[in-house]
């Protein structure tokens, strides 16, 4: 676990202000480039946003009450077609709506699921994750009245506000933007609150803390539910940019996939899923623009975290940080 040091304190761990003045320092260049970019990289820029914002929501789960869940698409697929719903069959694309629908509607399905699935722990807690997510996904299959079945539900408008703005691919970036660091910065606030720290105290050792007096199972059940929440909003701006949403953005592959980017960034951090989104971003869409291997070679990419860094991107940072004061002695 990435560790804060105390004020004056020299320490050999990477400190948590480095994560957050690298996250800063990300957001002052993401906001500068679309004035020099180009219109394709603005797009790709927005997609692993979107991406980066779910596997966030991901990787607090996994990282620190250690629940490791294979039906996270559930909420990001949910909140897709919540804003989709109101946006298409509603005809009600004001963005305040839309994602206020999806976030609600993400909450209710992380509380039933929650509920139903934290009653067990370990290998039985991330199957029925998955279980009663592909439930999710045969409703969204199934249900062609409302969601458009295998079709998908297409024509969905970029939001507006109010009647008076109408987003485009430009402003809409600087949309995604914004609730990334957002969402960021609010589950930094909720990891370093007393709530945090018992979370943390459970993924270390949930017997201890029910010995001491904590009713695990709330605290888990909420940090499931906010999970959930923060996933249903990355869903929404996926149904916005795309324009569609379809089964496959609630099946149990896209979990799957960001569960690969949990790994790959660092679980443990909050910075490390968001890296690890882009990194998967780019061995897989990135690269399948120029040969046919590239779920291959993110699968080997995969295969070398697992082996030989399974601290992630941020484990290797932490590490070089580490060896960096040892020769320093700074």
């Known amino acids: 676990m ?4 105390k004020p004056g304190e020299k320490a050999g761990r990477f400190p948590v202000r480095a994560g957050t003045l690298a996250v800063l320092g990300a957001l002052g260049a993401l906001a500068v480039y679309p004035f020099f970019g180009t219109t394709y990289m603005i797009g790709v820029l927005t997609e692993i946003m979107i991406l980066a914002i779910f596997a966030l929501s991901l990787g607090f789960l996994m990282g620190y009450p250690k629940l490791i869940s294979l039906g996270h698409a559930a909420f990001f697929g949910g909140g897709a077609y919540a804003a989709g719903i109101v946006a298409v069959r509603l ?34 807690f991330l199957m029925i994750t998955l279980a009663l ?12 009245w409302l969601t458009g079945g295998t079709d998908g ?28 660091g957002g969402a960021y910065f609010l589950l930094r606030l909720v990891t370093r609150s007393p709530f945090g720290h018992v979370l943390l105290g459970i993924g270390s050792n949930e017997r201890r803390m029910r010995a001491i007096g904590y009713g695990t199972r709330v605290y888990k059940l909420a940090a499931f539910v906010l999970s959930g929440a923060v ?32 790994i790959v960034g660092g679980a443990g951090t909050l910075v490390g899923p968001m890296l690890g989104a882009a ?23 995969f295969i070398l975290f697992v ?16 060896r960096f004061y040892a020769r320093t002695g700074t």
């Open 133 to 144: 997510a592909q439930l999710v996904y045969v409703v969204a299959e199934q249900w062609t």
């Open 279 to 301: 990194v998967v971003w780019f061995l897989d869409t990135g690269l399948s623009s120029y040969t046919e291997r590239s779920t291959m070679i993110m699968g080997a990419v």
């Open 153 to 180: 539900l297409v024509g969905i408008p970029y939001p507006e506000l109010f009647g008076f703005f109408s987003f485009d691919r430009f402003s809409f970036y600087y949309l995604v933007l914004l609730l990334a």
């Open 307 to 322: 082996f030989f860094a399974r601290g992630g991107i941020a484990g290797i940072a932490r590490s070089l940080w580490e």
């Open 2 to 5: 990435v560790e804060a040091t």
């Open 231 to 262: 996933a249903g909003v990355a869903g929404a701006l996926w149904a916005h940019y795309n324009g569609i949403v379809a089964p496959v953005d609630v099946n149990w592959p896209l979990s799957a996939t960001a569960l690969i980017m949990v």
């Open 91 to 124: 005809e009600a694309a004001n963005l305040f709506l839309t994602l206020v629908c999806a976030l609600v509607f993400a909450t209710l399905l992380a509380v039933l699921i929650g509920v139903l699935s934290l009653r067990n722990t370990g290998i039985y």
